[in-house]
């Protein structure tokens, strides 16, 4: 599959699963990233620059409460609405 054919959501689940260093993620979109370990605020950090370098979409760290950022689904969602 060539990188235009890859969706915001797969490439954002990428990400996550890298930071994370979980696979687990993709079976949990709905569970609290940070309730569960997987993700700390440094993680969290490191998964937005990600998310600029790969995607272009700049979110900043106070610009988002952690509770509309805190699974794989509404993470997604927050790019999504971003991605121009």
Known sequence: MADGDVTVRERVLDLLVDVCGDD????????????LGLLDSM???????GI?????????PTA????QMN???KI???????VA
């Open 71 to 73: 699974t794989p689904n």
């Open 43 to 49: 993680g969290a950090i490191e998964l937005l620059v």
């Open 76 to 82: 997604v969602a927050q790019v999504e609405k971003r």
């Open 52 to 60: 600029e370098d790969e995607l272009g979409v700049s979110i900043a």
């Open 64 to 67: 988002v409460p952690r509770e």
């Open 24 to 35: 687990a993620v993709r079976d949990h979109l709905d569970d609290d990233l940070f309730e």
